[in-house]
């Protein structure tokens, strides 16, 4: 198991966190199944593809409320 599919897979999530995410773009980045990539994702970062992404956006959307008028 090589971790850098992994990492680009998460750099990928990052980049275009505002956009919807195609299961089958996420399989050919990682180079797993998206079960497999599912259950690897969780055990590195502590959470799911989804709940990671929905993280983001939150995060996004409090930095735009705290620096704009």
Same mark, same amino acid.
């Given at each position: 198991m090589t971790l850098e599919h992994i990492y680009n897979t998460q750099s990928y999530i990052q980049?275009? /966190? /505002?956009q919807p995410l195609s299961i089958a773009h996420l399989e050919q980045l990682s180079c797993y199944s998206y079960r497999n990539l599912q259950r690897i994702?969780?055990?590195k970062y502590g959470e799911t593809l989804g709940a990671y992404q929905r993280?983001?956006?939150c995060d996004h959307a409090y930095k735009k409320l705290l620096f704009s008028q």
């Open positions: 980049e275009h /966190n /505002n994702f969780k055990s993280r983001l956006k």
